[in-house]
């Protein structure tokens, strides 16, 4: 059997990793082993964060309207439980942006609520 010289594939393969690179400093972009070792670690801390980013967003949106709910004297649990006993399908993300922009439209629907 002929020799495989690994020039082609194992460059491309290199490359791949390489590209992911862009931006590491010194020889963690230079050579393939650390290159490599680092881009399979920010790969995987990547992965973790955009699973914290939702859980970190939705504790972000509990606070927002637990605070627009205690300056009308309620609770945000109350609050909640009132708005799924009326039957106001209004996700926390919006009620959050409602709460933060436009406060008497907060209030208003606190008020049906109620």
Known sequence: MAR??????????RNKVRK???GFHFDRSRHYCWTAETVKRALHYAYI?????????????????????????????KFMHALKNKGININRKMLAEIA?????????????VK
């Open 4 to 13: 495989v010289r690994r020039g082609f594939k194992a460059r491309r393969r």
């Open 49 to 77: 964060s955009r699973r914290l980013l939702k859980r970190d967003m939705r504790k972000l949106w509990i606070i927002r309207i637990g605070a627009a709910v205690r300056i009308l004297d309620s609770s945000y649990s």
């Open 100 to 112: 933060a922009t436009d406060f008497n439209g907060f209030k208003a629907i606190f008020n049906q």
């Open 20 to 22: 992911l690179a862009k």
